[in-house]
């Protein structure tokens, strides 16, 4: 199939979005960013798109989900509502990396910078960020073409973070996480890109693996959490 209709949902930080695709594509896609909303509106804001385009379910090919790592809460959510749409419809389920997105979205948002007359630098390397609470984020190193080169890693900043790979050429930070980093590192190399997770970050991925067919198993596919869950002490005791 060459052009498939996919549904492609995020969840992994604190905004959330949904995209329908055809091809290399976005047809129409909707976001909010605001905290703790992801179980109040996904669902609506999916049902939403696919009305206001007047696809229905049983046209797309595929749903796509922003895998891991990020918020535990928005990513079951994401993951609960891409597998109940699997199930209802008997639609193959395609997950995508939460980083992986944020890279390919700064890709696109750098190569408008240049084309507008901006910043010139060649960039060696990008490294998106999702923040994981107090001084660490979830990252890994990708090309300037936003391929992952190395490992998911949960990681704790401080001035010496990725001071290797700053030695070797301009770095993108970008993601919710990045900007921790900003405040340790004056170094000239680095270059902060302020970019919110967004479903269209996904498509390119997403199409690869559609056409591979590389799916999930919609029965046993969970989120890639990364780290374990740990609840936090309420402020307000009941007893």
Do not use: W
């Not at 700064?106 to 408008?112: F, I, M, P, T, W």
């Amino acid at each position: 199939m060459s052009d498939p209709c996919l549904l492609l949902i995020e969840t992994s930080t604190v905004a959330c979005s949904v995209a329908i695709s055809r091809g290399e594509k976005i047809l129409a896609s909707k976001s909010l960013n605001e905290e703790k909303a992801h179980a109040r509106v996904i669902a609506p804001m999916t049902m939403g798109l696919i009305t206001e385009t007047g696809i229905k379910i049983s046209e797309i090919d595929a749903v796509v989900v922003s895998e891991g790592p990020g918020s535990y809460t928005g990513l079951r959510v994401g993951v609960s509502l891409a597998k109940g749409i699997c199930y209802g419809a008997g639609k193959p389920l395609v997950s995508v990396s939460s980083l992986e997105l944020l890279s390919i979205l700064a890709v696109e948002k750098y190569r408008d910078i240049i084309t507008a007359g901006g910043d010139q630098e060649n960039v060696a390397h990008i490294v998106p960020m999702i923040d994981a609470r107090r001084m660490e984020v979830y990252s890994m190193i990708c090309d300037k073409e936003g391929n992952p080169e190395s490992e998911v890693e949960a990681k704790v900043l401080d001035h010496e973070s990725f001071s290797d790979l700053l030695s070797k050429g301009r770095v993108i930070f970008t993601g919710d996480g990045s900007f921790k980093f900003k405040g340790l590192t004056n170094n000239p190399n680095a270059f902060f890109l302020e970019i919110i997770s967004d479903a269209s970050g996904m498509l390119k991925p997403a199409l690869e693996k559609f056409r591979k067919g590389q799916f999930e198993d919609v029965a046993y596919f969970e989120p890639f959490y990364l780290k374990e869950f740990i609840a936090g002490v309420p402020k307000k005791r009941i007893f």
